[in-house]
């Protein structure tokens, strides 16, 4: 049976232009790109049509059928397990909106202090503190200050930014400082799903859309020359209809 934690998708891709052989002494130094579509569910793929740039993707790199990710499957706290590797009890962040009563502090997506993240250490750190060059776009986490770090480059939360300019911002710093990792996040097909259902025609039009994105960026890595660009694109957890009389156990 496929519960809501089992709706995930992955979507891996090793080299978008390359296919040099990967070995632990050739020299190697490929930088990341990481895109997160938030609540893109593991069956949209197929039961939305006209997905050509997905297809693209999947046939020049490696795709699972789905991941079982962590739970509770919100946002922020598979988000920040995505870049940390921790559980959620582990790294802390449990919740989109929760209250510390020790501190009387309420989290929420909005939250600039360092004390709610400092439970996980996520890649854009540890890849700092290797002497890596990293600039993340509105990931959880990504404009607080962890353990004494921040990326290169940032910007605080905005949800009207245009899906088209966070990617052609996200190639300007790969090809204008260099960056060896690049996190990107967007929040939809998830949006759109809280408020129409994931079986919707909303929802497959936005996926659609999410698509378009995808060419974008698989455009862009071929228009820019980036072969050493690794792009993995994921999601943080998918959604299922619910009849609002049905009592759900978890």
């Known amino acids: 049976m496929a519960w809501v934690v089992e709706t995930f998708v992955l979507v891996l891709m090793l080299s978008v232009a390359s296919s040099k052989s990967l070995g632990a002494g050739d020299g190697y130094s490929g930088k990341v790109l990481l895109v997160s579509m938030d609540g893109f569910r593991w069956d949209y793929i197929n039961k939305v049509s006209g997905l050509g740039n997905f297809t693209r993707l999947a046939k020049s790199g490696v795709t699972v059928d789905y991941v079982k990710p962590v739970f509770a499957t919100k946002t922020s706290p598979t988000h920040y397990t995505i870049v940390t590797g921790l559980y959620e009890e582990n790294h802390g962040i449990v919740a989109n909106y929760m209250y510390d009563p020790d501190r009387n502090a309420t989290f929420s997506r909005r ?140």
């Open 111 to 250: 939250s600039t202090e360092s004390f709610w993240f400092d439970g996980g250490e996520p890649v854009w750190v540890t890849a700092v503190r290797q002497g890596k060059k990293t600039a993340v776009l509105f990931w959880i986490g990504s404009d607080i200050e962890i353990r004494g770090y921040r990326p290169h480059f940032y910007r605080p939360y905005d949800k009207n930014m245009p899906f088209p300019d966070r990617v052609e911002l996200g190639f300007s710093w790969f090809l204008n400082n260099s960056m060896d990792f690049v996190a990107l996040y967007f929040h939809e097909p998830d949006s759109t799903g809280h408020t129409y259902g994931p079986d919707s025609r909303e929802v497959a039009e936005k996926v659609r859309e999410m698509d378009s994105v995808l060419g974008l960026i698989l455009d862009g890595l071929d228009r820019d020359e980036l072969s050493d660009v690794n792009l993995i694109l994921t999601s943080d957890h998918g959604m299922a209809s619910i009849d609002m009389q049905t009592r759900v156990r978890i």
